[in-house]
Each structure stands twice: as structure tokens, then as C-alpha cells.
């Protein structure tokens, strides 16, 4: 397999993996508010299971952000400081198709660390989801 055969299917993967990890954070507070009493006029009773459950959900969808925010500003940042070089070092406008490198490891550092972060909360917050359902099933 070629390396950019391999990049396209992790870059692939991980942009399916968030995705779903959106999806499934935004259903997963749903269930929580479903499970929590819903439409009642009493307001929502959460339960710690459920708050923590939900605070888990919140996380997942806030490291979601934070991984694009991290990506944007970082590279952003990154790319306009080695255009300037380019446009010092070459004295042309347009230096859009000069190689500059590849950006800091760090900057990938932190977009994967938002990554896991955001499964593992994501993956919590189920944990609690199921936990609380299997309390509420009573075989007798």
C-alpha cells in the first residue's frame, strides 16, 4: 500500500468517526433527557447516573469543537507565518505553490489528543446511559 493511500484512509476514518461521534452525542443527550422524565411538567429529574451521563455527552460534543478550533487556529497561524518567509525569502506575491515543509508535530499532537479524548468521553457517556438503563429492569 502507498503511504497516501494510507493517509486518504485514516484522514477517511477519523472523519467518519467524528461525525458519528456527533451523532451519537447529540442522540445520547436525547436519551438522557427521555430517560429523565422528558415533557414533564415538573422539570427534568436527573439522577447522578444521567448528570454524569450527560456531562460526559456535553465533553464528547465540546472536544468536537475544540479538535476543529485547535486544527483551524494552529494551522492557520502555521501557514501565514511560512507564507511570509516565502514571500521575503522569493520577493513574489504568490507563493501558493511552495513547498514549505511539514507543519510542527506538535499541532497534530493536540488535534489527536481532542480526538481520543472526545471517544473516550463519548464512550462514558454511554457507559452511564447503559448503566442506568440496566438499573431500571427489573426481571420479577
Known amino acids: 500500500m502507498l503511504l497516501e493511500k494510507g493517509r486518504a484512509a485514516y484522514y477517511q476514518s477519523s472523519d467518519t468517526a467524528s461525525q458519528q461521534t456527533r451523532q451519537l452525542g447529540i442522540a445520547g443527550i436525547a436519551i438522557?433527557?427521555?430517560?429523565?422524565?422528558?415533557?414533564?411538567?415538573?422539570?427534568?429529574?436527573?439522577?447522578d447516573?444521567?448528570?454524569?451521563?450527560?456531562?460526559?455527552?456535553?465533553?464528547?460534543?465540546?472536544l468536537d469543537i475544540l479538535q476543529y478550533?485547535?486544527?483551524?487556529?494552529?494551522?492557520?497561524?502555521?501557514?501565514?507565518?511560512?507564507?511570509?518567509?516565502?514571500?521575503?525569502?522569493?520577493?513574489?506575491?504568490?507563493?501558493?505553490?511552495?513547498?514549505?515543509?511539514?507543519?510542527?508535530?506538535?499541532?497534530?499532537?493536540?488535534?489527536?489528543?481532542?480526538?481520543?479524548?472526545?471517544?473516550m468521553a463519548l464512550i462514558l457517556g454511554y457507559w452511564w446511559i447503559f448503566s442506568e438503563m440496566f438499573s431500571r429492569i427489573n426481571l420479577s
Open 32 to 47: 438522557v433527557w427521555l430517560l429523565s422524565g422528558g415533557l414533564q411538567t415538573s422539570g427534568i429529574n436527573l439522577n
Open 49 to 62: 447516573t444521567l448528570l454524569k451521563a450527560a456531562i460526559c455527552l456535553i465533553l464528547a460534543l465540546t
Open 69 to 119: 478550533v485547535w486544527k483551524t487556529a494552529t494551522f492557520a497561524i502555521w501557514v501565514r507565518l511560512k507564507e511570509s518567509e516565502k514571500r521575503l525569502e522569493l520577493s513574489e506575491r504568490n507563493v501558493d505553490d511552495q513547498e514549505v515543509g511539514d507543519a510542527p508535530s506538535v499541532f497534530l499532537w493536540g488535534v489527536w489528543a481532542f480526538f481520543y479524548l472526545k471517544i
